[in-house]
């Protein structure tokens, strides 16, 4: 009798244990062998569940790898204006004298059509032409050739109230080259700038031929 009720306690404790766990019914005790394979349909079943999360992950590496790579690669192209071609300026040949209407035997020429002159040597100019003014009416500068009698470089007209002749070159009577106005006629002399006058004064000699022609 007593081993009973001992069986008959058990049981009732049992059922106690299993009820404040929450579970209304008892729970069959499976053998080693259905837990086992219960076991690794749970394992099955969580790893074919977490492998596509791992798959996706992977793609969206790749496709973030593959967009960052394309980024780099990626070049800006610019275009470069060619640059204008520079050219040197060639220089100019000197300019030639004009040929003078005077003979090979003339030093200094002198034209009044033109209101030129040169200095020339054994035919060639040297230099020139010049401009030059001549005689007024009623002074005009007659034509022909002559020859340069004598020089003064800080002559005075007496003739006309001690008027300033710089560089006096005279070659017909009381006519002479000099520095004059070139825009003011004369009373038959020659007028040249200073520049020209210095030269005529420095070039020409006395005995020189000088032609006048119309």
């Not at 470069?80 to 030639?96: I, N």
């Not at 005009?140 to 002749?165: I, Y």
Request: a positive charge; hydrophobic letters at 30%; aromatic letters at 6%.
């Amino acid at each position: 009798m007593q081993v009973r009720k001992l069986v008959i306690g058990a049981a009732i404790a049992a059922t106690a244990l299993l009820s404040a766990c929450g579970t209304s019914q008892p729970q069959p005790v499976l053998a080693a062998g259905s837990q086992n394979s219960s076991t690794q349909t749970t394992t099955s079943t969580t790893t074919s569940t977490t492998t596509p999360t791992t798959t996706s992950s992977a793609a969206e590496t790749s496709t973030s790898s593959s967009t960052s790579s394309t980024t780099k690669t990626t070049t800006k192209t610019t275009t470069t204006k060619p640059k204008p071609k520079t050219t040197t300026p060639q220089p100019q040949p000197p300019a030639q004298p004009s040929a003078a209407p005077c003979s090979a035997a003339a030093k200094a020429c002198i034209s009044l059509s033109t209101n030129q002159s040169w200095l020339m040597d054994n035919g060639k100019v040297v230099y020139g032409p010049v401009k030059i003014t001549t005689g007024r009416p009623g002074h005009l500068t007659p034509p022909g050739t002559f020859r340069v009698q004598w020089k003064d470089k800080d002559h005075k007209s007496k003739e006309f109230n001690m008027a300033p002749m710089p560089y006096s070159v005279f070659f017909n009577g009381g006519i002479a080259f000099h520095q004059g106005s070139l825009s003011v006629k004369s009373h038959g002399c020659i007028h040249l700038s200073m520049a020209a006058a210095q030269k005529y004064f420095a070039s020409l000699s006395v005995g020189d031929v000088v032609e006048v022609v119309r």
